[in-house]
Each structure stands twice: as structure tokens, then as C-alpha cells.
């Protein structure tokens, strides 16, 4: 494995907008993305259909509890009157069989709950599991043309608070939402065997609580969207900021980036609070219309016993059955807004994983084995994107074990002419071989094994000095990476850190110079042993001392093997076998340095003027 795995990450400008919904934009396909959702879950169906029947059956054994206790009521009610009128007593032996009966009705209940919530949970931290999974895979799929216009907080957005969003419905939305009509539907069998008068006039609280529950949802539902996209909007900026603090501290742009924090955060703090206060203003209304059909029903419930039509107990039964009649209607609403939240989020998820991945690799790729090195470039064509090419025809053809230089002013397309080599993108026109293969007929994972990078922007984890070393070829042994960390000149300041080879790195790699993050790296290079060395400006971030050294240890390194070396300082390419000078996506000239110089062309201006610059 070589350098090349995580240093190439293309250049964004900062604050660029991730790819999310439009302010107040509805999920695009509800429906479909619902559809693809329970096509997801599909792999888990007896899981959650058995905790589907879970959540039923205990919602029913709960709905009976009330009608039950009504018979207890009833029953010591008529004992009481018969005591007062001598023609009797209570009759506890029944009203404790009653009650008996109640609990194990309860503890059943409760128990059955407490399968379906353990089944659930199970289902969600699998599907979360899966999510985040598929998620990392796709992210290794993708084309590095889909990071340069997506902002990486919010891919992470999408890996952490979408998938939450989704496994949380999961976890208790959706069991929530068959407890719900169950137990409304049950309530309301319940309430018509008591009295169907009295659950005539409870109905008459449906149209109300509708009414409201609609209300709420039309204005919730834009604002929970919101309230998803500009949560991606901060933590993409965020993550942005912190990986750039250093950079935005020495142009005192700290208060710019509080500026757009602050106007992003804002955002999302109007959006939230308005949703949650819409979804939280849901239950006290409900409440009220509640307590309104609450009172109508002891009215009337008082009327009709005194008239002898239904039991004391009855009448205590349909009120608790009213107390909670309502509550249901205002959970599948809540649910509703949960739902169309989910929508969003999972919208945003498959949207992703339907992203148009890398093409490919070939069913029948050529080996990488006992290869020589001899690459070639024919009439290469390349841009970005479609409408501007930077590339327009490149054509070269390096032998093996030639060191090439590839030279020019920035922005000519030498760092490009690397990642096309390399396949990080695909060729507008034109081919690129090695040997006499195309590049497109092998693996990506078998062409890049070919290659040791050394870039410029290092790239560091947080680890071992040892393990970050060992990182060019993980079954290296800790006399091979030591003698890599000599070759790259890296030995001798490693022994004076604390730790040695043992020193953990942190996140960012801060603990160390930027020299000696380089060194690192190039250490990492040479253990991998590549077939092919490309060095992009590798010794950029050194000293002239240390430069020279590792100079010394890349010309070993290089020894028998195809080396394309990019830079900027011309002094440090006057050896190389072949130098390319390129200008404005072409080759203008090539040669040796000495060759180039008698030219008196480009190549010559360009070198007497960093002697000048320098003098």
C-alpha cells in the first residue's frame, strides 16, 4: 500500500454549500423513498413483523385493562348498596379475582412490550449498522470528481444525523405507530360495547382533533426539512473551519467564519424551534379538545345511570377510555411529522448510495506482476469538467527505470497528468499505458499497488510513528520500517522524540514539524517498495540540508525503477533523464536539463529566472 490511499483529496473553496434540500423543499419522492425504505428493511421483515404482532397484541391486553377494573367498580358498588339497603355485602373474593385477572392482563402486556422493544432495537442498530456500512463502501466508490463539488461535513451529516433520523423512527416510530391504531381502533370496539350513545358523542371529537392535527403537520413538515438541511449546512462548516483553524487564525478570518456560523446557525435555530414548537403545541391543543369531550361524555354518563342504562363501573371505564382516546390520534400525528422528517433524511441517504460510482473494473484484469515500468502517454485529453479542458493533447513515452520530470508554471496540469496516471480520473480522450496495457485493464487496487506517492500535502493518522510508517506495507516488520525510516533520513529525529517510534501522533499530526511529517511519509514510500515512484514536490516542506540528504536516499530509492518527479525548484531535477516542460495543458518541450538549456526556449527562461528570483 502506498502513499497515494489518502493524500489526494481535491481542493474545495471554503464555504461552499453541501448538496442538501432547498429551504422549505419537500422530500422529492415521499412515496418512492418510503417505498425504497421498507424495500430496505425487507432483509429484516420477520424481526420486525414479530415485533409488529408484539406491539398489538400487548396494546390490546392493554385496552381491555379498563373495562375490566369497570367490572371491579361495578362490583363494589352493587356490594355497598347492598350493605346500606341489608340486602347483602361485598363480595371481595370476586372483585379480587377481577383484579387478579387485571394484573396478569398488565404484566402480559408489559412483558410483551418489553420483546417487541428489545426486537426493535435490534432491528435499528442492525439497520444503522448496515446504513453506515454501505455508506464507507460507497465512499471508496465514488469518483473524486463527486468530493470536489460536495462538501465533506455533510457527507459525514448524512453517515451520523441522517441515518440516526432513520434508525430512531425504526427504533420507535414504527412500533409506536401500529400501538397507536390498534389501540385507537380497540378504544373505540371497546367504547361502542359500553354505550354506543356515549361514543357517538366521543366521535364527535375526531373532526376537531383532525383538523388540528392537519394544521400542524402542513406547517411542520417544510420546517423539518429545513431543520435537516442546515444541520448539514453546520456541521460541514464546522468540520471546514476546524481543519483549516491554522489557516484561518493567520488571515484573521475568525470572524468571517463566526459571521457565516453564526448565519447558518441561525437558520437552523429558526427552523427547529419552529418545528418543535408546532410538534410540541400539537399535544396541549389535543388536550383540550380532549377535556372538552371529556366533560360532555360525565354529563351525559351521569344521565344515563341515573336512568339505569349503564353500570357505575361503565361509566368509569368509558371515561379512562375517552382520557385516551384521543391520544393515539395525536401520536399517529406526531409519527406523521417523524415520518416526513425520515423521508428527508432517508431521501438523503439513497441519494447518495444512487450516486454514479467509478466504472467498473474489468471482469479479466492484467496482472500487475513482472512488470517493467515502460509508460506511455497518447494524445491524452482531460478536464474536470466537460466544458473546460485543462489537458489538451499529452503525449510521452517514458522507458522503464527513467527518471522524468514533469516542469512548468502552476496551473500548467502537472499534478493532473499524476492523477490521471494513477486513474483518480477518467479520460476525456486519448489513453494512458503501462507496458503496453491500458491503464483501464487493470484494477484500480492492482495499478495503484504499482505505485509509491509522495505528495506534497502529507498525510498523517493518529497513531504510532511506527504505525504510520508501517502503513506503505502492513506486514512489514519493525526492522524493515526502522531501516525505511534511515533510508528517508527520518532515524535520527524519531530517537530524540519522546517515545521514539512509540510517540502516538494526534489527530492532526501537530505534534510534529512539517518537515518531519514529510520525511514520514517519504519513509512510507520507500518501505512500500513501488514499481513506480511518483514525487510531487516531495521535497518541498524540507530544509536545504535535510533536502540534500533525502535527495541522496530518493536517488537509491529510484535506482532500476520509472520515477516522474514534479517540481517547481528546477535545481533539484538537473540529473533526471527526461524532462517535460509543460504550458497550458501541453507539452512544449523536451529533454535533458542540459539540452533544454541550449534550446534558449521556455525551459531556459524559466530556470535562469528562479536564479535571478533567488539572487
Not at 257 to 281: T, V
Not at 400 to 421: C, D, F, N, R, Y
Amino acid at each position: 500500500m502506498s502513499e497515494h490511499k489518502h493524500t489526494v483529496r481535491p481542493g474545495r473553496p471554503m464555504g461552499g454549500g453541501p448538496r442538501g434540500m432547498m429551504p422549505g423543499e419537500k422530500a422529492k419522492n415521499f412515496k418512492g423513498t418510503i417505498g425504497k425504505l421498507l424495500k430496505y428493511l425487507g432483509r429484516f421483515k420477520i424481526a420486525i413483523a414479530c415485533s409488529l404482532v408484539f406491539a398489538a397484541a400487548s396494546t390490546v391486553f392493554m385496552v381491555v385493562g379498563p373495562k375490566i377494573s369497570g367490572q371491579a367498580t361495578t362490583e363494589l358498588a352493587t356490594g355497598i348498596i347492598a350493605q346500606l339497603t341489608g340486602t347483602g355485602s361485598i363480595d371481595f373474593g370476586a372483585i379480587g379475582r377481577i383484579l387478579l385477572t387485571l394484573g396478569g392482563l398488565y404484566l402480559l402486556s408489559a412483558g410483551l412490550s418489553g420483546v417487541q422493544g428489545w426486537l426493535m432495537s435490534g432491528v435499528a442498530t442492525k439497520v444503522s449498522y448496515s446504513m453506515r456500512k454501505e455508506i464507507s463502501q460507497k465512499i471508496n466508490r465514488l469518483p473524486l470528481s463527486y468530493f470536489d463539488k460536495v462538501q465533506s461535513g455533510d457527507v459525514l451529516s448524512r453517515i451520523t444525523n441522517d441515518v440516526d433520523t432513520v434508525t430512531q423512527t425504526l427504533s420507535q416510530s414504527l412500533s409506536q405507530m401500529v400501538t397507536s391504531v390498534t389501540q385507537m381502533v380497540g378504544i373505540f370496539i371497546m367504547m361502542l360495547s359500553i354505550s354506543p350513545t356515549m361514543t357517538l358523542v366521543a366521535l364527535c371529537i375526531l373532526p376537531v382533533s383532525m383538523l388540528i392535527v392537519s394544521q400542524v403537520v402542513r406547517r411542520s413538515q417544510p420546517l423539518f426539512q429545513k431543520q435537516q438541511k442546515y444541520l448539514g449546512m453546520a456541521n460541514g462548516h464546522v468540520e471546514e473551519m476546524y481543519g483549516a483553524h491554522l489557516v484561518v487564525k493567520a488571515f484573521n478570518g475568525e470572524h468571517n467564519s463566526i459571521e457565516e456560523f453564526e448565519r447558518i446557525n441561525d437558520q437552523l435555530y429558526q427552523s427547529a424551534w419552529k418545528s418543535q414548537f408546532l410538534s410540541g403545541a400539537m399535544m396541549p391543543l389535543m388536550n383540550f379538545v380532549g377535556n372538552l369531550g371529556y366533560v360532555c361524555i360525565c354529563i351525559l354518563g351521569g344521565f344515563l345511570t341515573l336512568n339505569g342504562n349503564i353500570q357505575v363501573g361503565d361509566i368509569q371505564a368509558f371515561i379512562q377510555y375517552v382520557r385516551q382516546f384521543t391520544q393515539p390520534i395525536t401520536q399517529i400525528a406526531n409519527i406523521s411529522n417523524v415520518l416526513q422528517q425520515t423521508a428527508a433524511a432517508a431521501e438523503r441517504v439513497f441519494e447518495f448510495l444512487e450516486e454514479e460510482e467509478e466504472i467498473p473494473d474489468p471482469a479479466d484484469p492484467v496482472s500487475n506482476e513482472n512488470l517493467e515500468g515502460n509508460v506511455s502517454f497518447d494524445h491524452v485529453q482531460f478536464g474536470y469538467t466537460p466544458d473546460k479542458i485543462i489537458i489538451h493533447d499529452f503525449s510521452a513515452h517514458v522507458k522503464q527505470g527513467q527518471k522524468v520530470a514533469i516542469v512548468g508554471p502552476t496551473g500548467a496540469g502537472k499534478t493532473t497528468m499524476v492523477k490521471l496516471l494513477m486513474r483518480f480520473y477518467e479520460l476525456n480522450n486519448g489513453s494512458i499505458s503501462i507496458d503496453g496495457h491500458d491503464i483501464r485493464e487493470f484494477t484500480r487496487d492492482g495499478l495503484r499497488d504499482m505505485f509509491g506517492m509522495v505528495l506534497q500535502d502529507t498525510w498523517l493518522y493518529n497513531g504510532s510513528i511506527m504505525e504510520n510508517i508501517r502503513y506503505g506495507r502492513l506486514d512489514a516488520t519493525d526492522e524493515e520500517v526502522i531501516a525505511a525510516a534511515k533510508a528517508a533520513q527520518v532515524h535520527h529525529f524519531v530517537q530524540t522524540l519522546p517515545g521514539g517510534y512509540n510517540m502516538e501522533l494526534n489527530e492532526e499530526a501537530s505534534n510534529v514539524s512539517q518537515g518531519q511529517k514529510q520525511l514520514l511519509t517519504i519513509a512510507r514510500t520507500i518501505l512500500s517498495d513501488p514499481k513506480i515512484l511518483i514525487l510531487d514536490e516531495a521535497t518541498s516542506s524540507v530544509d536545504t540540508r535535510t533536502e540534500i540528504a533525502i535527495q541522496k536516499a530518493m536517488d537509491h530509492l529510484m535506482e532500476g525503477r520509472t520515477s516522474f518527479i514534479i517540481a517547481h525548484r528546477l535545481s533539484t531535477i538537473r540529473d533526471a533523464d527526461l524532462i517535460l516542460v509543460m504550458k497550458d495543458g501541453d507539452i512544449i518541450e523536451t529533454g535533458n536539463h542540459q539540452q533544454l538549456l541550449e534550446k534558449h526556449g521556455f525551459y531556459y527562461e524559466l530556470y535562469n529566472s528562479q536564479f535571478e528570483n533567488a539572487g
